[in-house]
């Protein structure tokens, strides 16, 4: 039986397993008045392909966490989340014979990684990670060091260094690459590859690492932690982006087999996953986005450029039959597109009159998908996974839990733009309510959401 895959993705803490663990409760709990699809009665019964899998103990847990007043911890290792459903009417006459799909849920960080997979090489990826650093202007204050080296090691133009002297630059560089991490990273820029950096190949998160007691700022224990890890790529086998002249040395092709050896073990599968679904739900948290500034949007655009041009190089065995097809029968048969869902999620932190401004601003991060509308049919959807405030009558008021203590706040949120990014936005003038989330006190029912029943039935393509 064919079986949909779905990848969840969207840069770390946008929301990805909070919108699968609510998304997977309401489908195993299906209560019609709670998550309408299509029209009224429609019902879904759905269950677990393997109820003992560690995907389906953890999505137990992170409901569990819910009850607790908690929100699922953050993700360390790819998840795949394998259901059965089919739908029924009100009277439990089967519409649908049984179906699969699988939605998948990476960390974050790994996608990140995008660059390995969109270069061909170890001199193409470093050439495209210098420009991405000297392009933005935060990166290129974060990494002014690194790339004043790299171009130190470019002078002495494509001949190959002594032994001794390719090793001694390289080292620098290496110190030099993690320093602009560790302190990209405490800039609260999302740029960080490889991404082992920040979670390592066994699942360690860097957070852990970064000793907060030593005095020193949080840039400066981030960069001490990285450097004490050695993270940099596999245990052992670090890389960093090195120039012609040196990749060409003897100890330039060693650092250039730990980068093919990462390509092959953790960015080709991360990425091959997201490649190889039928459908795209791409999660961006606005609030974050309008609070970090354009620095921190024009990083995040210029990843999702890389992803979308990854997407619709799709080289599966079936779409290639199927374009030849296509040539053969003078385009009667297309190929089959992906279907990108570009979400704005966590839009209940954002008061309810204003959700259809958020529209607007999705679409301009989203828009290098338009490019490739031949392989890509894009949707845009606002939703709230777990709708933890109240939206008041009086303009932008809203009322929530504090995450942390639990207490109750009042606030008032602030007004989105009205024709997308402005010219003059730096991100200081935004603040969005960061509230803990609200389950009911009938913990057998699913939290109550908005927009994700929406963005199901076109998912499931329940929609006649
Ligand atoms: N108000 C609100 N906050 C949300 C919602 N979904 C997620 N959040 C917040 O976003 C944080 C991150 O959510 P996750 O689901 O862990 O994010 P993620 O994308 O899986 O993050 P990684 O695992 O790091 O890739 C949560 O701890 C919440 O604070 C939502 O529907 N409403
Ligand atoms: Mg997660």
């Known amino acids: 039986m064919f079986e949909q895959r779905v990848a969840v993705v969207g840069l770390t803490q946008s929301g990805k397993t909070t919108f699968l663990v609510s998304l997977l ?129 470019c002078e002495g133009g494509p001949q190959k260094p002594s032994s001794a002297v390719a090793k001694e630059q390289i080292s620098e560089l290496q110190i030099a690459y993690m320093r602009f991490i560790g302190k990209s990273i405490g800039a609260n820029s999302p740029f960080y590859t490889p991404s082992t950096v920040a979670i390592d190949e066994n699942g360690e998160y860097l957070g852990e690492f970064v000793d907060k007691s030593t005095g020193k700022n949080h840039t400066e224990a981030v960069i001490e ?97 199927k374009r030849i097809t296509s040539r053969l029968t003078f385009g009667l048969v297309s190929p089959p597109k992906t279907r990108v869902f570009v979400v704005a999620a966590q839009a209940d932190r954002i008061h309810q009159s204003e959700h259809e401004l958020l529209r607007p601003l999705v679409k301009d991060v989203a828009r290098c998908f338009r490019r490739f509308d031949t392989e890509i049919e894009l949707y845009d959807e606002v939703i709230s996974a777990i709708n933890s405030t109240v939206s008041e009558d009086a303009p932008r008021w809203m009322k929530w839990e504090d995450r942390k203590t639990g207490e109750p706040k009042r606030g008032n949120s602030p007004g989105l733009p009205g024709n997308g990014f402005a010219d003059d936005w730096k991100g200081t003038e935004y603040l969005f309510p960061r509230p803990r989330p609200r389950i009911p006190r009938n913990k057998a029912n699913p939290p109550e959401q908005f927009g994700m029943d929406r963005l199901a039935e076109k998912l499931l393509r329940l929609k006649k």
């Not at 299509?38 to 393997?50: H, K, P, T, V, Y």
């Not at 009417?89 to 960390?107: E, L, M, S």
């Open 25 to 153: 409760n309401h489908l195993l709990e299906h209560d019609p008045d709670r998550f309408q699809l299509s029209g009224e009665g429609l019902q879904i019964r759905a269950g677990w392909r393997n109820e003992h899998s560690d995907d389906a103990d953890h999505y137990r847990e992170s409901r569990l966490l819910l009850n607790q007043g908690k929100w699922p911890q953050k993700s360390m290792d790819p998840r795949s989340y394998r259901l059965w459903w089919r739908s029924t009417d009100r009277n439990g006459r089967i519409n649908t014979r049984n179906k699969k799909i699988a939605f998948r849920d990476i960390p974050g960080e790994r996608l990140m990684d995008v660059l390995m997979v969109t270069t061909s090489s170890f001199g193409e990826w470093s050439k495209a990670i210098c420009n991405q650093i000297r392009s933005d202007q935060k990166l290129s204050e974060c990494g002014a060091e690194f790339i004043r080296l790299f171009d130190v090691a």
């Open 225 to 321: 932690a990285i450097i004490t890890r050695g993270d940099c790529g596999l245990k052992g086998k670090p890389f960093c982006p090195l120039p012609a002249g040196l990749i060409a040395t003897k100890e330039g092709k060693q650092v250039t087999s730990n980068f093919k050896l990462y390509r092959r073990r953790i960015a080709k599968p991360s990425m091959r996953s997201l490649q190889r679904c039928d459908d795209m739900v791409l999660l961006v948290d606005v609030a974050q986005l309008l609070t970090r500034g354009p620095d921190w949007k024009n990083v995040c655009q210029s990843f999702l450029e890389q992803m979308a041009r990854y997407m619709a190089e799709k080289r599966t065995a079936w779409i290639m039959a």
